[in-house]
């Protein structure tokens, strides 16, 4: 039997004061991507939701961030099993959308290519790149009217902004920038960077695509909150590998993510009301 794709935890640890402010239904929905053991959010223990696209990733789960109620889905799984290039992007942002949430901000971890970002670093990507193939970037081609959805801007300005301003309000520098997506799951070449940087890729990663345009078609407000967890190829300071300190510098970016989204979710949830 087929199981409803609705959210399947309903958010926990409600104190008295946050009770009122979370009457309505979560607004945010978070997709947490590498890292998301780092970020004390709770493991989606449910089946994953099923949907018209198949299942999600994981269920949704509900999580207090900030005192307010959020959704998660956890992108690779609750084990963190699934690849880039066979996550199941359309059941996500289709069980996201379902749930009823207005924003959707993304947590993804890149490498970092532009001169000066480090790992460590987090940035709003302002524009992508696509250098993926082959995956499932749409949710038309069920019969319904083709749509040529507008994409000039990937990443919902507005969004964008209460992102860079929960930053400020935790004194984070964050940089902006163009990532580029590639397909995966083998990290690229050398001379592969060197053309996203001729591009004009400040990082790069593999999961912003198709998941921002997946949100653009369902009118979902999507923005991306990027953590640098290593130097892409080519990029380390004395030839060093690509994984060296990885554990470190993902433990220092996602702190760095939970601290901007504890002053992010309650902006976000003011704004909607
Ligand atoms: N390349 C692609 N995706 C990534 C990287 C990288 O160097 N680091 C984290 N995600």
Redesign the pocket.
Known sequence: MKRKSRPQAAPTKRTAATREASKARPVVGLIVG?GFAHLALPLPAAAPAETPYGPTSSALAGAAVGGRDVWCLARHGAAGSIA?HAVNYRANVWALHAAGVRWCVAI?????IAPGFAPGELAIPDQLIDYTAGRAATFAGRGEAVRHVEFTEPFDPELRGYVAAAAADCGLGIRRGVY?V?E?PR??TAAE?DRLERDGCA?????AMPEAVLARELGLSYAICAA??????GRAPQGAS?HAELDRYLAVAMSRVARLLKALIPRLHDAAM
């Open positions: 590498s880039p993804n971890v890149v490498g970092a580029g590639t995966g990290l690229e960077i990082m790069v990663g593999m999961t640098a967890v290593n130097y892409a190829a690509i």
